[in-house]
C-alpha cells in the first residue's frame, strides 16, 4: 500500500513541476522535484533519479548551471546504487 501512495504523490508531484516549468518557473519546479527526490530516496524508489534530473534540468533552464550539474550528478550516484 505505501508503494502504490509513493507512486501516486510522485506522478502527482511530476505533473506539478511540469506544469511550473511549462509557465516559466523553472527554479519553483526544480525545488518540487528536488522534494521529492529526496522523498523518493528516502524510500529507495526507484523513481528517485529521475526526478534529480528533472531538478537538474529546471536548474539549468534557470541558468543555475552549478545546480543542474550537481543534480545530475546525484542522479548518476543514485542509479549507481540501485543497479550495481
Do not use: M
Not at 511530476?14 to 528516502?42: D, F, I, N, Q, T
Request: proline share 1%.
Amino acid at each position: 500500500k505505501n508503494k502504490a501512495s509513493l507512486h501516486k504523490v510522485a506522478g502527482i508531484a511530476g505533473k506539478l513541476g511540469e506544469s511550473l516549468e511549462a509557465r516559466g518557473h523553472h527554479s519553483r519546479a526544480a525545488v518540487v522535484y528536488a522534494e521529492s527526490a529526496e522523498h523518493l530516496l528516502a524510500a529507495k524508489h526507484p523513481s528517485a533519479s529521475t526526478f534529480l534530473c528533472n531538478a537538474g534540468l529546471a536548474w539549468k533552464r534557470d541558468k543555475e548551471w552549478e545546480k543542474g550539474e550537481a543534480l545530475y550528478a546525484a542522479a548518476l550516484e543514485t542509479l549507481h546504487l540501485h543497479y550495481d
